[in-house]
C-alpha cells in the first residue's frame, strides 16, 4: 500500500554546495515562518561547530506541507568524514535531491553520496543550484551528472532522472534556466511528481528501525528511524532486538513525528513516516523496535570502518585544571563510552593497559569535532597522533587505508602541488588541463595525508583546492618521513618573556607570545634545523646600573603561529601529545623532562 499523503527525501550533495541553504527556502515557501519572524541562514545548522566552520556536521530532520502531502526531508553532511551519518540516514529516504554547484559540477564527495544513494535503489532528483553564478554551466553540470551516474552503474531508471534549476541563496527554482520563475514552487512540484510515495503494509506487524540517536534532558534517549510497517501507539509493548542479537521487552513511552523545525507528539503514527520514540532506555543504532507476538526481521545497518585512530588521555600537564573543570581518566572514559552508545561511525574502546581510551573515526577532521565538543563541555585531556587503522589481509600481509585525493589548481602552480603529494606517498592516476585550471586524481596512503592541505596551500599562494575520501585497503607502502624541523622545548615552568622570545624568533617560529604559560617539555616553537633545542623562555634582561648602548630598543615580535585542533594533530611526532583545554592548545613532549628524553632515546 502506498502512503500518497507522504514523501521521505534525503538531500545529499558535495561540501559547499548549498544544502542547507536550499532547505531555508523550502522552509520559507511552505510558509513555515511568520512574516516578520527574524530567521537567521542556514537555520539547519544549529550546533556552533556547524556554524563556526559552515559546514553539516549532524544530519537533521525536518518536515514540511505542501499540497495536503508531509515532506520529510532529512539534511545530509556533504564532508566524507561524516559519511557514516549519511549512510545511516538514507536508510529513511525514498529518494533523493542530488544538488550540484552549476559553475563546479560533480565534486569528489558528490560521486561518495551519490554512489550509497544508487546502492539504496533511490529516485534521484538533480538540482543544479547556484545558476546565478558568473561562469555558470548548467547544462554542462547535467552532463557530467549523466557520465557519474553511468560510471556508478545506475539503472536506467535511475538515469532518466528530472532536473530542476535552482539558486537556493536568491530562493527560486526553475524547469528551465532562463524561464524566469523567482520562488520554489518547481522544486517542490517535482518532489511530489518524482519522488515515489512510501510503499509500506499498515496491516503488518510493528517495525521501526532506530537510524538516529538524540537526547533530551526531560525524556532520556530518544530513537528516530523510520516506520517500515504497522502503527506505532504510544504507551504499546514492544520488543527490542540489538545489533548483537540480544533481545528484551519494552514500553514505548510517547511517540513524535517531525513537523517543521520541531516535533509535535501523537497518539499514533502511521508506517512510512519518519518518527521519534521516547522509552527505549538504551536504544541503539541499528536496533530494531518491533511486535512482540510477530517480530519483524530487517537487515543491519552497514557503515564503513573507521581509518584513522587516536587515544584520549587524562592531561599530565604541571598546570591541568587552571582551564577546564573536569580532567579526570574516568570522567573523560564515561563520556567517550557516552559518545559511543550514539556514534555509530566511531570506535570507541579502552587501551590493553586502561591508561587511555582509543577512538577510531573516518578522519582527522571526524577525530577533531568530538574533541572540539568536548572541550566545550569544560573537559581538559591530552591525545597523541592520529595512527591509521592497518588490515592484514588473508596471506598476512599489512594493508593501509589508501585514499583518492583530487586537487584543482591554477596551471601555474601545478609542478609544485604535483611535487608535495609525490613526497606524500600519492600516485598520479588523471590529470586534465584547461585555459587556467589543473585537475589532479591522487591516490595516496591515508598516512600522507596528515598536514596535506596545509602544504598544498602553502606552494599554491592559497588558490588550491584539496578534497580526499576513503578509496580501499591497499598494500602498505613502507615508512614514511616525518616533520624535518626540530622542535623549540620549554626548559622549566613559568610564563613567556618578551625578551627571550626575541633572541629565540631568530633561530625558527614561535608558537607562544609573551606572558603565556609554559612548562618544562612543552612545545614552544619550531627550530630552523633538524633535532629538538631546549630553550629558556623566561629569560629576562640583565639589569645594570649602567646604560646599554643599544639604549633598550623596542622589541619587535613576529605573530605567534596559532593552530587549529586538526592542524596541531598533523603536526606533532610519535613522541608528542596535544594538550586540549576549554582555552587552549597546546603541544607538548610525551616526556617533560629533558634528562628522561635522553635515557629513551639511548634505549
Known amino acids: 500500500m502506498k502512503q500518497e499523503q507522504l514523501r521521505n527525501v534525503a538531500i545529499i550533495a558535495h561540501v559547499d554546495h548549498g544544502k542547507t541553504t536550499m532547505v531555508d527556502r523550502l522552509l520559507f515557501a511552505a510558509n513555515v515562518f511568520r512574516s516578520n519572524q527574524q530567521v537567521e541562514e542556514r537555520v539547519l545548522d544549529s550546533n556552533d561547530q556547524e556554524r563556526e566552520r559552515g559546514i553539516t556536521i549532524l544530519s537533521k530532520n525536518i518536515s514540511i506541507r505542501y499540497k495536503d502531502t508531509k515532506i520529510n526531508v532529512i539534511d545530509t553532511p556533504g564532508h566524507a568524514d561524516f559519511g557514516g551519518e549519511v549512510e545511516r540516514v538514507l536508510n529513511m529516504a525514498d529518494g533523493a535531491l542530488l544538488i550540484v554547484d552549476a559553475y563546479e559540477g560533480p565534486k569528489p564527495q558528490t560521486r561518495f553520496v551519490l554512489s550509497h544513494a544508487l546502492e539504496l535503489g533511490l529516485r534521484i532528483v538533480v538540482v543544479v543550484n547556484k545558476i546565478d553564478r558568473p561562469n555558470a554551466n548548467p547544462e554542462g553540470a547535467v552532463d557530467k551528472v549523466f557520465d557519474l551516474m553511468v560510471e556508478l552503474g545506475a539503472s536506467d531508471d535511475q538515469l532518466d532522472f528530472p532536473v530542476v534549476y535552482a539558486s537556493a541563496v536568491n530562493g527560486y527554482a526553475r524547469f528551465d534556466p532562463e524561464d524566469g520563475n523567482m520562488d520554489m514552487v518547481p522544486l517542490l512540484d517535482t518532489i511530489l511528481k518524482e519522488i515515489p510515495a512510501p510503499e509500506v503494509e499498515v496491516e503488518a ?152 581510551v582509543r577512538v577510531a573515526g573516518r578522519g582527522v577532521l571526524h577525530l577533531s569535532v568530538l574533541m572540539e565538543t568536548m572541550r566545550r563541555e569544560g573537559f581538559e585531556f591530552q591525545v597523541g597522533r592520529p595512527q591509521v587503522v592497518y588490515k592484514t589481509d588473508e596471506n ?5 587505508p589508501i585514499e583518492e585525493a583530487t586537487v584543482d589548481v591554477p596551471n601555474d602552480y601545478a609542478g609544485k602541488v604535483i611535487e608535495v603529494l609525490g613526497t606524500a606517498g600519492g600516485i598520479m592516476e588523471d590529470m586534465v588541463t584547461d585555459e587556467t585550471l589543473t585537475h589532479l586524481t591522487f591516490r ?160
Open 444 to 603: 595516496i596512503p591515508s598516512r600522507g595525508t596528515m598536514g596535506l592541505k596545509t602544504r598544498v596551500l602553502n606552494v599554491s599562494h592559497g588558490e588550491a583546492v584539496l578534497f580526499h575520501h576513503f578509496r580501499e585497503y591497499g598494500p602498505f607502502s613502507g615508512d614514511m618521513t616525518g616533520r624535518k624541523n626540530g622542535g623549540m622545548i620549554a626548559m622549566s615552568t613559568g610564563k613567556a618573556v618578551a625578551y627571550a622570545l626575541d633572541t629565540l624568533q631568530e633561530r625558527g617560529r614561535l608558537f607562544v607570545s609573551p606572558g603565556d604559560e609554559c612548562y618544562e617539555g612543552m612545545i614552544v616553537g619550531e627550530s630552523a634545523k633538524e633535532g629538538d633545542m631546549v630553550v629558556n623562555v623566561e629569560k629576562a634582561k640583565s639589569l645594570g646600573n649602567q646604560r646599554s648602548s643599544s639604549a633598550d630598543k623596542a622589541i619587535q615580535l613576529t605573530p605567534p603561529v596559532t593552530f587549529t585542533l586538526e592542524e596541531a594533530l598533523e603536526y606533532i611526532e610519535d613522541d608528542e601529545l596535544v594538550e586540549v583545554t576549554p582555552q587552549s592548545i597546546r603541544l607538548r613532549k610525551r616526556l617533560l623532562s629533558a634528562t628522561d628524553r635522553r635515557k629513551a632515546n639511548k634505549k
Open 396 to 400: 598476512g600481509n599489512k594493508l593501509e
Open 205 to 356: 506487524p510493528v517495525a521501526l528501525q532506530v537510524c538516529t540517536i538524540d537526547h533530551s534532558s526531560y525524556e532520556g534517549r530518544i530513537g528516530i528511524g523510520r516506520l517500515h510497517s504497522g502503527v506505532m501507539h504510544e504507551k504499546e509493548l514492544v520488543l527490542v532486538k540489538k545489533a548483537d542479537g540480544s533481545e528484551y521487552n519494552a514500553q514505548v513511552r510517547k511517540v513524535y513525528t517531525f513537523e517543521n523545525l520541531g516535533k509535535a507528539e501523537v497518539s499514533e503514527a502511521q508506517a512510512g513516516d519518519i518518527i521519534a520514540v521516547i522509552g527505549i532506555e538504551d536504544a541503539d543504532i541499528g536496533d530494531i523496535i518491533t511486535d512482540r507476538e510477530n517480530p519483524v526481521e530487517l537487515d543491519p545497518i552497514a557503515v564503513e570502518e573507521p581509518t584513522m585512530a587516536v587515544v584520549f588521555e587524562a592531561s599530565t600537564s604541571p598546570i591541568v585544571g587552571r582551564e577546564g573543570d573536569i580532567v579526570g581518566a574516568r570522567q573523560l572514559k564515561e563520556r567517550l563510552m557516552r559518545e559511543k552508545e550514539s556514534n555509530i561511525s566511531m570506535r570507541i574502546e579502552e587501551t590493553e593497559d586502561h591508561s587511555g
